[in-house]
């Protein structure tokens, strides 16, 4: 396994960062400077065992240990990851190494978790704000799992947690995904949609929330991003946690997906940047 990045350090932090908080009995989540990971599953429940969704950012995964071993009694029976960004899968090597775990993705994501393929540079012509200028900084090279990768089964079920279903939300990267219970109508977004303005330096510190698309920086089909908005929209979830910033509940949730849904050029493409050739009508 390697992976060009998990010792690299991005010096932007949230000031939720570090502060875990469980959403429901079986869902909490974790921020980690600028990015949210998740385990599902119930910690007094250790037959059903818990799944890590998404492993943060580089040298994250002491710290990611830790808040498990204080939740849990017991390894994870996986990790699911929602895409391969730097910031989503930054301490996947060491976790992997430590918990001797397998990893799902979906098909079309494998080649950036494989050696095979780097994803396209971050596009700071975007504007939006700090991190967008300072996004050619961020790593986009793909890293290499060998054999501990694997597809995530074609029937849209998540390995490990037979309540779940995982749905193909591409735009953001080719092969992203996210999760979705039907039975309390939770749903783990990833990059999909986000909860921030991701672009902004001041945003993402303070966590101001605020319904946005994918980080417009690093997406690069933005007719893809839209449909798969509304795909998600159309699920009508209760409680979203999203990759960047605080979950969103209830009404507020649903009125925020309807204006997203409705306005997304407005709200979510950039005016200008070398993706926006073909914006979404």
């Known amino acids: 396994m390697e992976s060009s990045f998990e010792n690299s350090f991005i010096p932007i932090t949230t000031f939720a ?7 429901r009995p079986d869902i909490y989540c974790f921020p980690i400077q600028i990015v949210n990971v998740c385990f599902i599953g119930d910690p007094k429940d250790q037959h059903g065992g818990w799944v890590l969704v998404d492993a943060g950012m580089p040298r994250s995964a002491k710290k990611i240990i830790k808040e498990a071993e204080e939740r849990f009694d017991f390894a994870p029976k996986s990790i699911i990851l929602t ?17 001797n775990v397998p990893v799902y993705a979906h098909k079309l994501e494998l080649p950036y978790l494989t050696g095979k393929s780097d994803y396209p540079p971050a596009d700071p012509t975007v504007h939006g704000g700090l991190i967008s ?3 050619p900084y961020f790593p ?3 890293i290499d799992l060998d054999d ?7 029937d849209g079920s998540v390995p490990g947690l037979p309540d779940w279903k ?12 996210s999760l979705f219970r039907q039975d309390d109508g939770t749903l783990i977004a990833g990059d999909a949609f986000v909860t921030v303005k991701q672009e902004s330096l001041y945003k993402v510190m303070t966590q101001e929330q605020e319904i946005s698309g994918p980080p417009k920086y690093f997406t690069t089909d933005w007719v893809k991003a839209e449909k798969s908005v509304k795909k998600l929209a159309a699920l009508n979830p209760y409680l979203a946690i999203t990759g960047h910033g605080e979950p ?30 073909d914006k979404p009508h």
Do not use: C
């Open 17 to 23: 960062s570090g502060e875990g908080l469980a959403y």
């Open 83 to 99: 895409h391969g960004h730097f910031d989503h899968v930054g301490a996947v090597i060491e976790l992997i190494e430590h918990w």
């Open 133 to 135: 200028e300072m996004s």
């Open 140 to 142: 986009h090279d793909g």
């Open 148 to 154: 501990r990768v694997r597809p995530l089964p074609e």
């Open 166 to 177: 995982y749905i193909h939300t591409p735009g953001h990267t080719p092969g992203h995904i």
């Open 248 to 277: 969103m509940f209830g009404e507020f949730l649903k009125a925020n997906l309807e204006l997203l849904t409705q306005k997304f050029k407005e709200i979510a493409v950039p005016e200008q940047g070398r993706y926006v050739s």
